[in-house]
């Protein structure tokens, strides 16, 4: 039974560019979790997806972030024209129903913007 | 606003010695969970333990033992004979009320076990 499977697990970008992160969920579970480690620093909460719809961004920046969680395929982290402060490590976790739930975390992504 | 503090921000000790993580938290809410991660250098997390706030009993899991003291917000968590394979940062979070969504990380805490 795979774990929460994030890739790729190292992205470079340079300022401007787009970075695309993946998260495919373990087996059976419909709630995905986004979080981001900057140096240092505990995670802290991006975003929070059901299949299809965004329950909660409330850690999301209103700019250049944004997430989905489609019907068929991974979650999708996404950020737009790239700057220096985005690198950081980006957490995916699953759960199996939601609120009350331990999340599984996937390996992480590490995002390195030159 | 609710808060969780790793004080130590690195612990180095030799292989069979116990060593104790500290977590403080701070919180407004009556019910909550706390957790513990292990990161090992693979760099997933590794879910270690879940805590109702209402279950102040001690946990012991093997090598690994829990203290829970709501008296002084506190969820200090101790390995006992240490091994090299415990090297990992181990990060301690706290829930808004029952809510898992948003988990409030400490900063975490490094722990080099030296043989």
């Known amino acids: 039974n795979a774990g929460v499977m994030q890739n790729p697990r190292h992205l470079v970008r340079r300022r401007g560019q787009e970075a695309r992160l993946r998260c495919s969920p373990m087996k059976g579970h419909s709630h995905v979790y986004w979080y981001r480690q900057l140096p240092e620093e505990g995670l802290k909460f991006m975003v929070y997806?059901?299949?299809?719809?965004?329950?909660?961004e409330s850690g999301m920046p209103k700019e250049r972030f944004s997430a989905e969680f489609p019907k068929e395929g991974p979650s999708i982290l996404r950020i737009q024209q790239v700057v220096r402060g985005d690198s950081a490590a980006y957490f995916c976790a699953s759960s199996p129903m939601g609120v009350g739930e331990k999340l599984f975390f996937g390996s992480g992504t590490q995002l390195s913007v030159l | 606003a609710q808060k969780v503090t790793q004080a130590q921000t690195e612990i180095s000790v030799v292989e069979k010695e116990d060593v104790t993580l500290d977590c403080v938290y701070e919180t407004r809410d009556t019910t909550y969970y706390l957790f513990w991660y292990k990161q090992p250098p693979s760099g997933e997390l590794v879910f270690l333990i879940r805590r109702n706030s209402f279950d102040e009993q001690n946990e012991i899991s093997g090598r690994y033992s829990w203290n829970f003291q709501k008296s002084t917000s506190s969820f200090n968590f101790t390995i006992t004979a240490s091994q090299v394979v415990d090297s990992a940062v181990y990060f301690c979070a706290l829930s808004e009320g029952y809510n898992t969504d948003k988990l409030i990380f400490g900063t975490g805490t490094r722990l080099q076990v030296f043989p």
């Open positions: 997806l059901q299949k299809e719809n965004i329950i909660d």
